[in-house]
């Protein structure tokens, strides 16, 4: 199993920029698809964007498309999603999430595609 820490979240006033950090320890995450996740109050966890193995492709929830940028250093072991443009209903609990299957290619965007979680870091952004 692997041990996931998120960093970097904060409040930040509308339009400015975060950059949240996953930091992995107890394995490997070269081989496996990574993916970033958001919970607000009230609302069910939702998807934002996940990355290759090798970092080659990304996808992106529409809602952050364009403003949002996900990577990362596998010799750090390390995940990044930088945020720019946030606007208020980018508030929420941010998690890092390692997927159950080992790919090249694939970048998912579901849940149950994932199986080791971070606690999570909490995003606000005021109006």
């Known amino acids: 199993q692997v041990q996931l820490v998120e960093s970097g979240g904060g409040l930040v006033q509308a339009g400015g920029s975060l950059r949240l950090s996953c930091a992995a320890s107890g394995r490997s995450l070269s081989m496996y698809p990574m993916g970033w996740f958001r919970q607000a109050p009230g609302k069910e966890r939702e998807f934002v964007a996940a990355?290759?193995?090798?970092?080659?492709?990304?996808t992106y929830a529409d809602s952050v498309k364009g403003r949002f940028s996900i990577s990362r250093d596998n010799a750090k072991i390390t995940v990044y999603v930088q945020m720019n443009s946030l606007k208020p209903e980018d508030t929420a609990v941010y998690y890092c999430?390692?997927?159950?299957?080992?790919?090249?290619?694939?970048?998912?965007?579901?849940?149950?595609?994932?199986?080791?979680w971070g606690q999570g870091t909490q995003v606000t952004v005021s109006s």
């Open positions: 999430a390692r997927a159950r299957f080992r790919s090249l290619s694939d970048t998912p965007s579901r849940s149950v595609d994932y199986d080791d």
């Open positions: 990355i290759n193995s090798n970092g080659a492709y990304t």
